[in-house]
T-cell receptor, first 115, second 113 residues
Framework: SQTIHQWPATLVQPVGSPLSLECTVE??????LYWYRQAAGRGLQLLFY??????ISSEVPQNLSASRPQDRQFILSSKKLLLSDSGFYLC??????????????FGNGTRLTVT | DQQVKQNSPSLSVQEGRISILNCDYT??????FLWYKKYPAEGPTFLIS?????DKNEDGRFTVFLNKSAKHLSLHIVPSQPGDSAVYFC????????????FGKGTLLTVNP
């Protein structure tokens, strides 16, 4: 069966420090991969998605970037964190082979607090 | 512009009764709708979905209804159980959007024993 791993679970970082969050998917090939963020009192906002290695689409202009160095690995990064980057970050995948009417599956998320 | 709206931030029901969670949308290009359940400090878990060609989909205690003319969908949980207490997110996909989901802000459901 497919599983998605996301780490770390919690992170406290000072303003101006770099960020790297990692997500890996097991048990599937060529997934579509996504980064979402849930800010306090808000819904889930799509940040980036990827349909293949090295292919990244950005949905919202921001202080963050994403990379996909391997088929089942998705990384969210920042060179200098801002206070507004605090939130709950979620990685998700979907089966590209069953793309139509196939749900997103989420990892357990990373709670990022920028101080 | 919030394209998916869950106007009730919270809902409280008694165990055994029906829970009805509502969701409204504005984008007529949405063709696939999903409900997710989320516990604190965990990622959302997929519950049930419905295509725009249908008006009802049922899975055990969970039923989703879609009213395209009203741009409204609802999730019914019958009977409600204390373990159903969680935040429920409505989500929608725009046709041809490469599977980008737009989420509502969620409704906190509390099922009281």
């Amino acid at each position: 069966s497919q599983t998605i791993h996301q780490w770390p679970a919690t992170l406290v970082q000072p303003v101006g420090s770099p960020l790297s969050l990692e997500c890996t998917v097991e048990g599937t090939s060529n997934p579509n991969l996504y980064w979402y963020r849930q800010a306090a009192g808000r819904g889930l906002q799509l940040l980036f998605y990827s349909v293949g290695i090295g292919q990244i689409s950005s949905e919202v202009p921001q202080n963050l970037s994403a990379s996909r160095p391997q088929d089942r690995q998705f990384i969210l990064s920042s060179k200098k964190l801002l206070l507004s980057d605090s939130g709950f970050y979620l990685c998700a995948w979907t089966d590209r082979g069953r793309l139509y009417n196939s749900p997103l599956h989420f990892g357990n998320g990373t709670r990022l607090t920028v101080t | 512009d919030q394209q998916v709206k869950q106007n009730s931030p919270s809902l409280s029901v008694q165990e055994g009764r029906i829970s009805i969670l509502n969701c409204d949308y504005t984008n007529s290009m949405f063709d696939y709708f999903l409900w997710y359940k989320k516990y604190p400090a965990e990622g959302p878990t997929f519950l049930i979905s419905i295509s725009s060609i249908k008006d009802k989909n049922e899975d055990g205690r969970f039923t989703v209804f879609l009213n395209k003319s009203a741009k409204h969908l609802s999730l019914h949980i019958v009977p409600s159980q204390p373990g159903d207490s969680a935040v429920y997110f409505c989500a929608a996909r725009e046709r041809g959007s490469n599977y980008k989901l737009t989420f509502g802000k969620g409704t906190l459901l509390t099922v009281n024993p």
